[in-house]
């Protein structure tokens, strides 16, 4: 018998991009900022969509990451207004179509050091919702059990997140293997799906799940809408959670399944209020702070940005400004910026903007990108800090009294204290750790 699924996936409830912000403006007052609220609307309409399929779906599957935090660089829970909207949607959609919904574990909203989770709690709040946590998975390994859940039309296969550093440290990535190949097989002859949150490119997606003959995997991690296989796509995130996903489509998957054969895969894309835009601004080398401005404000009115503010069409912008000039230093088009931002983002400007980053790439030809959320660059975009904090420097005039080596030092050190790669406080006596 044929099964219907949706795929959904990377929600991050509770995301709240903080740098370059409008500040004090709600998307719903006193519960919720503005942008922040865009993923709580986005996580709603997925819902709205789905109950509008026609025929009507078996079963919902959330490929992990439903929460933005905590995470191993924010080990705070999400804002409360989070998990109520997870709550209060979820009951609304199973009490009103009788319709499965199955959350996996991600990396995001998994606490580091405590065996609870988040999901525990929701799996108690909203009746008809199941869910398989990474200490589900540790204790069905342990047990030898598979981690299955079976429905009326389908049998589906969990495999939250785990990374790949813990399996190697514990020396465990045998064991994982055989569990998957001993205990996660099909039984049945009738529609069978694996649900995983993982990349090849963080090696966090374990090749012997797609051995196990499964119908369809449903993948999370990735925020592209994207196949990965005939049998395996990524459903991506419903909303534009970096600056760079501006380009991509954004929705859900209906999966059609039917044993043995390859599935028939539908996207389903949303259509957004909120422009999200990032450009790229030349700097040319007779350019002054002057003319700078005049390029910036240029782009501004030409993009329809100079316009009376309106919370729901208010842009979220990051330029990024590229090349030299022998009349304008890094240091001085800074300042330029700041000031630009801080008139664009005042609660009295003519600008119609929620977010404004930027970033210069002045003599550096690597790649930097500026994050809207902070988490986010220490987690995907900063792959060597060393040489990309020297690459920093090297678009500043620093004083020679400065040693660029410890400067570095500082900066990554720092780094690595922020994001969790550290414990403890940024001290003196940590700078000299691995000098000893």
Not at 350 to 376: C, F, G, H, K, M
Request: glycine fraction near 6%; proline fraction near 5%.
């Amino acid at each position: 018998m044929p099964a219907r699924i949706a795929h959904i996936s990377d929600t991050h409830l509770g995301s709240r991009p903080r740098n370059g912000v409008r500040h004090n403006i709600w998307g719903e007052e006193m519960k919720a900022q503005l942008l922040e609220n865009d993923f709580y609307e986005r996580f709603a309409e997925l819902f709205e969509k789905i109950v509008e399929i026609d025929p009507p779906i078996d079963l919902v599957v959330h490929s992990g990451d439903l929460y933005n935090s905590p995470w191993e660089g924010n080990p705070s829970q999400p804002p409360l207004h989070a998990q109520i909207t997870a709550m209060k949607v979820l009951q609304k959609f199973i009490e009103t179509t009788g319709i499965p919904v199955l959350i996996i574990e991600g990396n995001h909203g998994l606490f580091k050091l405590y065996e609870v989770s988040l999901l525990d709690s929701l799996r108690l709040a909203v009746p008809g919702l199941k869910v398989a946590t990474q200490q589900d998975l540790k204790k069905a390994i342990g047990d030898g059990t598979p981690l299955e859940f079976s429905f009326e039309k389908l049998d589906v296969f969990c495999f939250p997140f785990i990374d790949s550093a813990v399996l190697r440290s514990s020396n465990m990535i045998d064991i994982y293997d055989d569990w998957i190949t001993t205990h996660q097989k099909r039984e049945r002859l009738r529609p069978s799906i694996a649900v995983t949150h993982g990349m090849t490119l963080d090696n966090t997606l374990y090749s012997a799940i797609f051995s196990m003959g499964y119908d369809y995997v449903a993948l999370g991690h990735d925020h592209r809408q994207v196949k990965h296989s005939s049998n395996a796509w990524y459903a991506g995130s419903p909303e534009r959670w970096r600056f760079d996903e501006t380009s991509r489509e954004k929705g859900f998957l209906i999966v059609d399944i039917e044993a043995g054969k390859d599935p028939d895969i539908t996207p389903y894309h949303l259509e957004f209020k909120r422009p999200v835009l990032n450009e790229k601004i030349a700097i040319s080398e007779d350019d002054t702070v002057d003319s700078m401005t005049e390029k910036v404000e240029s782009w501004f009115a030409e993009k329809g940005l100079v316009t009376s503010w309106d919370p729901n069409t208010a842009a979220r912008v990051r330029l990024v400004f590229e090349g030299s000039s022998k009349r304008l230093s890094g240091f001085d088009l800074g300042i330029a910026l700041e000031n630009s931002r801080q008139k664009v983002l005042s609660h009295n400007s003519e600008y119609n903007i929620a977010q404004y980053v930027w970033d210069l790439r002045q003599s550096s030809d690597a790649e930097y990108t500026a994050a809207a959320y902070p988490e986010i660059e220490s987690e995907y975009l900063i792959e060597d800090p060393e040489v990309d904090f020297k690459g920093y420097l090297d678009t500043l005039e620093v004083d020679k009294n400065f040693d660029v080596e410890m400067l570095t030092k500082i900066a990554v050190t720092s780094l690595e204290f922020a994001v969790g790669n550290r414990e403890g406080k940024m001290t003196a006596d940590a700078l000299q750790e691995d000098e000893k």
